[in-house]
């Protein structure tokens, strides 16, 4: 005889008649109950009056298979509120309808500046008058809320979080979701399930580009991300250094077998400009073009090494003002990219 809980799993997998949606996902059981061979079972659904015959049907073949031999069950109707959350959630950034573009920012390891590129990108693309989105896939590595400078924290609102905003963009991150100084220690499923959320149950409202700053390499979150989002444009991210670019060529060959558009590569720390003018090509040279010759694409810019602007609150983020030449470089840069995005 099964109990409470192992029923309750089962009866996630059915669905609500009107809403096409699990009963997991509209938090339909409301109630189980087992005494002996008898389950008590209350279920909210959209509308108890429609189909109900085979819904509560399908329960009874169900369970019986599992030794419940009487079956109690009473319908309720779904709060308003939870019908409106699964009709949203739907209208999501993922949907047909949208017309968001995608732009992934990937890189072959850590420590090329992957991120600051992602929040400066975001920034210079929103100063150009676009509707912006950066969401922080580095499950690991997240960073982009300190990058930004930012202490806010996303709110939720009739089921749906509504993104922090910051700088003239919609951000989210992993940040947000785990304790201060905790390690996020998951695997796969778990970082499939999380990007999944931020994608769909994140209210981004009409953006004209959703940024997507993702970990290093080629692991499980850079594939959940190929899988979600089929038709999204990279950015590959590299230093001058040979052993940076090595590896960024590799995350650029896993985003073009699952038919992303690379738009191109950046060679980020390219090289420091003294008082007197002179160059310091700190990193060596090459890797830009190495990566975009193996990728066969192109050198879109070279970001030069530059101190960030210390913000209003004396904390030195990591976004360039645009009248720094590291803040200039990034202008022409989404000057660049959003004739691509089209």
């Not at 879109?300 to 470089?329: C, D, F, H, M, W």
Request: with cysteine.
């Amino acid at each position: 005889m099964l109990n409470e809980q192992q029923i309750t799993r089962l009866l996630y997998r059915l669905q609500d008649p009107v809403l096409e949606a699990s009963l997991e996902e509209t938090e339909g059981i409301l109630e189980v109950q087992v005494h002996e061979e008898t389950a008590n079972i209350k279920i909210a659904l959209a509308d108890p009056a429609i189909e109900t015959d085979h819904f509560v049907h399908n329960i009874e073949e169900l369970l019986t298979q599992f030794g419940v031999n009487e079956i109690n069950i009473e319908l309720e109707y779904l709060p308003a509120a939870v019908i409106d959350r699964i009709f949203q959630t739907r209208d999501n950034i993922l949907s047909e309808t949208s017309k968001t573009k995608f732009l992934a920012i990937a890189s072959g390891k850590g420590g090329v500046g992957k991120s600051t590129v992602a929040a400066n990108l975001a920034i210079a693309l929103a100063n150009q008058g676009k509707k912006v989105g950066l969401l922080d896939a580095d499950i690991y590595g997240f960073s982009i809320p300190v990058l930004l400078g930012t202490t806010e924290s996303p709110r939720k609102e009739n089921g749906q979080i509504i993104p922090v905003k910051t700088n003239g963009i919609q951000m989210i991150s992993m940040d947000f979701f785990v304790e201060s100084g905790e390690p996020v220690i998951w695997r796969g499923p778990m970082l499939g399930k999380m990007i999944k959320m931020f994608l769909e149950e994140v209210r981004w409202g009409d953006l004209d580009y959703l940024l997507i700053d993702l970990p290093p390499g080629t692991g499980d979150v850079a594939l959940d991300i190929h899988t979600l989002i089929p038709r999204c444009n990279e950015l590959i991210v590299t230093t001058p250094h040979f052993a940076a670019a090595s590896v960024a060529s590799r995350a650029g060959y896993m985003a073009t077998k699952n038919n992303h558009n690379i738009i191109g590569v950046i060679e980020n720390m390219s090289y420091l400009t003294l008082d007197d003018g002179q160059t310091l090509k700190i990193f060596g040279q090459g890797g830009g073009e190495k990566v975009a010759a193996d990728l066969e694409t192109q050198l879109l810019i070279q970001l030069p090494i530059e101190q960030p602007n210390v913000n209003e609150k004396g904390y030195t983020a990591a976004i360039y003002s645009p009248s720094r030449p590291a803040g200039n470089a990034f202008k022409t840069l989404a000057e660049k990219i959003i004739p691509y995005l089209l």
